[in-house]
């Protein structure tokens, strides 16, 4: 019986949560935990973490638990293939026994690739796309140890991959797989104070993004739906302080409950069009997931908004608007100014074309052999293959909004190239208050020195 013409998602899915350890001074964990896993030899994962004396540290704690380490470290944002079928071969190579990926979404996601790789013996990470495409669960163990307030992969059967060998690339797609739920995940706040405060706003937009995503979406899991509300919440409290003073422990631990409970949230709630959009322009330039997500927030609310009014007037409360004297359209309206301000808070840039000073490297066949960089703008021709490529996304299902590809070119097109303003009543954009943004837009696939290290105790 086919039952999607009746009702969609008839049949929904709860995907396991790892076991995870939450704290200052969890990752101190992370080697006794591994040795009592009965690991001898793990391989670190990872972009280097440059600067923070993370991974050296996590390399110490590991060996002094008697578990001897090999180190991956040229992870890339938005990871490609290359580096999935590198960490496998280092894994393979060094005769490892376990997996430890340390940062952000980037690390966690090529690790669990490459442990789907490791279980499948070495076949090509691009053969796993989509639902649970994994033919065997015996995977190596995987200890997440998490530095950023974003992705929550080190906790989803998620991760995204980007595609640059196949007949198929560039092509950034998606893994929804019972077997790369990770074995442990960790996180640490301590670690996240770490982080650049640009790299801190995308990651806090991306996990905005979960949150509004899963609460809007057609899936509406009663026991996720809430829980990302509370992550939106969280988010709207508290980036801005996270970003502009990541000393501020208490903003942090926030902010990364907000990361880690909007993962668990999509997990059973799933996403929608702005990863899909998201996704889409990361095929054709190499720019920060979370902070595509930033410049698509109010775009995407603003194309949903009729689709789901009632959700984004609750959002508008869990921002902090007092809508008690609005409609539900108002309230809406005002969801969208809220998350304008925020992320132009932040110093989210208005659009893609604005993204001036990241490498945007551009992807496509034979990219990577030129490597040449290239300004973020799109013809009509690129336009359409990006609006394709969000059609056939692996979240677009779950947008409660149908999405064609005129309203994904148009969606595309106002990202790219106009201001971020709210267009459901033609109101302009309010101020920034915050003073001096960070600088947006640079490199961030290991961190810099900030000559902070890591610092045991809560600032
Ligand atoms: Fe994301």
Redesign the pocket.
């Known amino acids: 019986m086919d039952l999607s013409r009746v009702l969609e998602f008839p049949v929904k899915e709860f995907f396991k949560q790892p076991r995870s350890l939450f704290g200052a001074g969890a990752y101190e964990s992370a080697g006794p935990e591994a040795a009592a896993m009965g690991l001898k030899h793990v391989l670190f994962v990872t972009s280097g973490l440059r600067g923070t004396g993370i991974v050296d540290e996590c390399k110490t704690n590991f060996e002094n638990a008697g578990v001897s380490v090999s180190i991956y470290d040229k992870v890339e944002s938005n990871p490609k293939d290359y580096n999935v079928m590198d960490a496998y071969k280092a894994f393979s190579d060094g005769g490892c026994d376990g997996f430890v990926s340390i940062g952000g979404g980037s690390s966690h996601d090529a690790t669990k690739g490459a442990r789907v790789v490791a279980a499948h013996d070495g076949r090509n990470v691009n053969e796993f796309q989509e639902v649970n495409a994994s033919e065997t669960l015996d995977n190596p163990a995987h200890i997440a140890i998490n530095t950023t307030v974003g992705?929550g992969s080190e906790t989803t059967p998620a991760y995204v991959i980007t595609d640059l060998s196949s007949p198929d690339a560039p092509h950034k797609w998606v893994g929804f797989d019972r077997a790369a739920i990770t074995t442990l995940a960790i996180n640490d706040p301590v670690l996240c104070m770490t982080q650049p405060p640009e790299y801190i706003a995308y990651t806090g937009f991306?996990t905005m993004?979960?949150g509004s995503e899963c609460y809007v979406g057609r899936v509406q899991h009663p026991s996720t739906t809430p829980v990302a509300l509370s992550a939106i919440k969280l988010v709207q409290e508290n980036l801005r302080e996270a970003t502009y003073n990541p000393n501020n422990y208490q903003a942090m631990e926030n902010m990364v409950w907000a990361q880690y409970m909007a993962a668990q949230a999509f997990s059973t709630g799933l996403l929608g069009i702005l990863?899909s959009l998201s996704h889409a322009v990361c095929a054709y330039y190499d720019i920060h997931?979370g902070l595509n997500?930033g410049i698509g927030l109010p775009r995407v609310w603003t194309y949903n908004q009729p689709a789901a009014p009632d959700k984004y007037a609750d959002i508008a409360v869990a921002m902090g608007v007092d809508t008690r004297n609005m409609t539900t359209y108002q309230a809406a309206d005002a969801a969208i100014d809220e998350v304008i301000r925020l992320v132009q808070d932040c110093g989210c840039p208005d659009n893609w074309s604005q993204v001036a000073e990241y490498p945007m490297t551009r992807m496509g066949a034979g990219w990577y052999e030129g490597k040449t960089n290239a300004a973020i703008e799109s013809d009509d021709d690129e336009l359409q293959k990006m609006a394709e490529h969000m059609m056939g996304d692996l979240c677009t299902p779950g947008n409660p909004r149908d999405l064609t590809v005129e309203g994904a070119k148009e969606i595309l097109r106002d990202c790219m190239y106009d201001p971020m303003v709210r267009k459901t009543s033609g109101e302009g954009y309010r101020q920034n208050i915050w003073g001096a943004a960070p600088q947006m837009g640079r490199q961030v696939q290991g961190y810099e020195a900030r000559g902070n290290g890591v610092s045991r105790q809560p600032a």
Do not use: E, L, S
Request: proline share 0%.
């Open positions: 992705t991306d993004a979960h990863h997931h997500n």
